[in-house]
């Protein structure tokens, strides 16, 4: 009984020093006809005190993003700013009539792949992640010059290309699932259906004379979206080339010999004919050549692989969907720049040229190693170098800005809304943000913008037509002999 009595104090003891609020009432020590615990022979029932919670913390509901619906028509923007096709499972006809390509039925697993040819701005982000190595600029001349940002990378080797698919967790098309992705399930004569070849459809018998940007050539789509299957340049895949390897291919899935000496290229390219366009034929070249006419495009297994950026770049002058709705590019108001150069001997027969930099006050002057005059503009160089004088352009006004699903405008940015999606990988040169569940973008992705479009540094956002936000002029200084 003494038990008994002690126990009942602890618990009166105990009560008393729990918090109380005014909605919880006072427990009775009445027996109630709850489960007893047994202390020696007698039963009571122990008095459990229950602290009211504090209401929860408002968070935003999170909701699972499912991947993309792999059908025909659906489209998917990759982590580089790529569209992605769709391209679902099932049969088609590949081949034609050729010795080293009769037409045969082949069945391939669903994929996806790049709509539009990796372009000139995407490769340099993999050259500026250490990932690929830079194309020969002695043959892609306008690397490095953003209006061409949008053309189809060339100069690229077969490894080349090949690495930059990797890097973004894809790989080089199978001559298959290339020739399905152009000529859909009925293997089409030409990409577009049978008219024949003409400048509007695609840019080949140097209707241009050069490579153009990847999505300039809408009308030429494929049957499943996919742009320039036919003209622009010529395009690695994955396969070793064998001019008989169709007789021994499997039916479903091919991937071409295990070995040999050249890779399968196919489409063409500004330079070919109208003959040369169906996308049917077949193409190699040793995996070490590269020229002005080759570039390549990706396929996906994983669209949904990498997780959305936690910023976007908006998109001006497109409607809800991203579709262009510019007729008239605005053009750029830039001031006047002008470098001019007075070449003398000074003390000594020293050879100088003294230039005189023209622009707005505002404007940012380059003139390495030369010695500034009083008068800011004015600059004395003792030997060749280049030098250069930048401006920031005004923009008319640029539209309202367009944000993807699942984003939502910030003046020039778009803001993911913390929705879960199904992974949580970033590309190596981001960093996942747990809390959000999305990427924040490293330097070299916070200035990504679609296939297609191109980034203003001043307005944060992509335009769908070649545009700089900042002008440059740019000299060589020359140096005169004074002997």
């Not at 020969?136 to 949008?150: E, F, G, K, M």
């Not at 024949?196 to 840019?203: M, Q, T």
């Not at 499943?224 to 036919?230: E, K, P, T, V």
Request: hydrophobic share 35%.
């Amino acid at each position: 009984m003494k038990k008994v009595l002690l126990f009942i104090l602890q618990m009166i003891l105990l009560a008393a020093c729990v918090p109380l609020t005014l909605s919880t009432p006072v427990p009775s020590l009445t027996p109630s006809l709850q489960p007893t615990v047994i202390i020696d022979t007698p039963t009571v029932t122990p008095v459990v005190i229950t602290p009211t919670p504090m209401p929860p913390t408002a968070t935003a509901t999170l909701a699972a993003i499912p991947g993309p619906a792999l059908e025909v028509g659906s489209t998917y923007r990759y982590v580089d700013g790529t569209n992605l096709v769709a391209v679902p499972e099932g049969d088609f006809v590949m081949g034609a009539a050729g010795e080293d390509n009769p037409q045969h039925a082949v069945k391939l697993s669903s994929y996806w792949i790049y709509q539009t040819e990796v372009t000139n701005s995407q490769y340099s982000r993999c050259v500026s992640a250490s990932k690929c190595q830079p194309p020969d600029t002695t043959v892609n001349t306008h690397y490095t010059d953003a209006t061409w940002a949008n053309d189809p990378v060339v100069g690229v080797t077969y490894d080349q290309a090949s690495s930059y698919c990797g890097w973004v967790h894809a790989s080089l098309p199978t001559e298959a699932q290339w020739e399905k992705a152009a000529r859909g399930p009925d293997g089409n004569r030409f990409p577009w259906g049978s008219n024949a070849p003409s400048c509007d459809l695609l840019n080949f018998d140097y209707c241009v004379g050069q490579t153009t940007e990847v999505t300039a050539k809408l009308p030429g789509k494929s049957y499943y979206g996919a742009l320039d299957m036919a003209g622009n340049v010529l395009e690695w895949t994955a396969d070793w080339y064998d001019p008989a390897y169709y007789s021994t291919a499997p039916r479903s899935d091919p991937t071409g010999p295990e070995q040999g000496d050249k890779r399968v290229v196919r489409s063409s390219s500004y330079a070919s004919g109208a003959d040369a366009s169906m996308p049917a034929q077949r193409y190699s070249r040793s995996p070490g050549e590269y020229s002005e006419e080759i570039g390549f495009r990706c396929a996906v297994q994983e669209p949904a692989y990498y997780v959305p950026f936690c910023q976007q770049n908006a998109l001006y002058g497109v409607d809800a969907t991203g579709k262009s709705i510019v007729t008239d590019p605005p053009s750029p108001q830039c001031a006047d720049l002008s470098i001019k150069m007075g070449q003398s001997c000074g003390a000594g027969g020293q050879p100088m040229t003294v230039i005189t930099f023209n622009g707005p006050n505002n404007a940012t002057i380059s003139a390495p190693d030369c010695i500034q005059d009083s008068q800011s503009n004015i600059y004395t160089c003792l030997e060749p170098k280049e030098v250069s004088i930048c401006m920031e352009c005004f923009f008319p006004q640029l539209g309202n800005p367009v944000c993807g699903e699942h984003y939502t405008a910030d003046g020039a940015a778009c803001l993911w809304d913390g929705k879960v999606t199904q992974s949580a990988q970033c590309l190596d040169v981001d960093t996942f943000d747990p809390a959000n569940h999305c990427c924040v973008a490293g330097s070299i992705t916070s200035t990504t913008c679609p296939a297609g479009f191109y980034y203003l540094e001043k307005q944060k956002g992509c335009v769908p037509y070649p545009a700089m936000s900042t002008y440059c002029l740019q000299e060589t200084v020359a140096i005169k002999s004074c002997q």
